[in-house]
């Protein structure tokens, strides 16, 4: 199975702010790598697939990068919407989520 | 508009078999490439993807949970119907109905998915 480990699992900040979450895969697996955005009790939204392309509808501020075994996600300048968890999954070999961070207002 | 519906019991006892219907509309699951499959999300865990079937009727399960899944389809009342053997109580959690990009993954065990159910909330006790 491959892990995949997200930092921090709570990070802090300000409208306006630039955050990144890292996710790292336990192995290599290219660039299939998804991140979503969920709000208590609603499901999952995909924001960001092939650890780069945007999803249709989601917003500009949002940008993913990496490749191999380390990724982030980065928000250029957060929006009182952003305030959510965020999770990273692989899709390389079946397929596999992070244990989230929680995107909490400082 | 493509939507998608989790029903199913809120509480089955320990040892019995749980079993969940998804209706979803605005696609059909005849159509080449589609698939549906289910996700959950139990308390302090992970996300789980748990399985997919696909429009030619291929089926693809976890591979640490293949021997108490099975996945089917009804492509005239448009379902897909999840049940899972063995419930205990760690098997509690909101489970979700998904639907995949099409040509989302390097292959047909993988997958991301674009839609989502609301979910439905199942307790084992």
């Known amino acids: ?59 500009s501020r949002f940008s993913g990068y990496g490749s191999g075994t380390e990724f982030t996600l980065t928000i250029s300048s957060l929006q009182p919407d952003d305030f959510a968890t965020y ?8 397929s596999t989520f992070g244990q989230g961070t929680k995107l909490e207002v400082k | 508009q493509i939507t998608l519906n989790e029903s199913g019991p809120t509480v089955v006892n320990p040892t019995q078999t749980l079993t969940l219907t998804c209706n979803f509309s605005g696609f059909s699951l005849i159509t080449n490439g589609v698939g549906v499959g289910w996700v959950r999300q139990r308390p302090g865990k992970a996300l789980e993807w748990l399985a997919l079937i696909y429009w ?22 448009n379902q897909v119907v999840l049940t899972m053997t063995g419930m205990d109580p760690v098997d509690a959690g909101t489970y979700f109905c998904v639907h995949r990009v099409p040509g989302g993954g390097p292959d047909w065990n993988e997958a991301i998915f674009d839609y989502w159910g609301q979910g439905t909330l199942v307790t084992v006790s």
């Open chain 1, 87 to 94: 999770y990273c999954q692989q899709y390389n070999s079946y």
């Open chain 2, 56 to 77: 030619d009727n291929d089926r693809r399960y976890s591979p640490s949970l293949r021997s108490r899944l099975t996945i089917i389809k009804d492509t005239s009342k």
């Open chain 1, 1 to 59: 199975d491959i892990q995949m480990t997200q930092s921090p699992s709570i990070l802090s900040a300000s409208v306006g702010d630039r955050v990144t979450i890292t996710c790292r895969a336990s192995q290599s697996i290219s660039d299939w790598l998804a991140w979503y955005q969920q709000y208590p009790g609603k499901a999952p939204k995909l924001l960001i697939y092939k650890a780069s392309t945007l999803a249709s509808g989601s917003p």
